[in-house]
């Protein structure tokens, strides 16, 4: 467990090493991509932990939607980590740099998806003037995550990774 701790936040430069010691006979590619999905799976689980969370809060409660809102946005940014680590083989953690890289990657709207979840919810964290509409707010944000993490999870089992 060590080891993949140490390694989920793996730069591009260090997976570059990794795949550097593959070339000079010190690791298998196979070591590697098996750490590197290791680390993705954890990460995906991690995001739909927080989705099942966020959907076992009462969406009808003024007090449980900002949670439902922020649980939901974490869900897809997990997802959307654990995504960009198996295809570019280095994490990205970067908030505002996460939706360009989805984009690259899926080739849709969800880094727009991410991006607007992302400023709600900020919204709902660091204001403390709620939407008009939190209601309605907390209830698409549990569509969009499911959809997204949907996505993400199709995009890595057609790219091999057992989930």
Known sequence: MQ???????????Q??????????????????DELINQ???DRLAKAERYLTFAQQL?????????HIISRCYYAMYHATRALVLQVRRADLDDHDRLPAALDQI??????????????MRNQVEYSPYAPVDLADQAATALIDARSLLTACGGFLQN?????
């Open 3 to 13: 080891i993949l701790d140490d390694l989920q936040r793996l730069t591009s430069s």
């Open 159 to 163: 790219r091999g990774v057992e989930l």
């Open 106 to 119: 899926v080739g849709s709207n969800y880094g727009d998806i991410l991006a607007r979840w992302r400023g």
């Open 58 to 66: 009462d969406a009808n409660a003024r007090l449980d939607q900002p």
């Open 39 to 41: 680390l993705v799976g």
């Open 15 to 32: 997976g570059a090493l990794l795949y550097r010691l593959v070339d000079l006979g010190y690791l298998t590619k196979g070591q590697v």
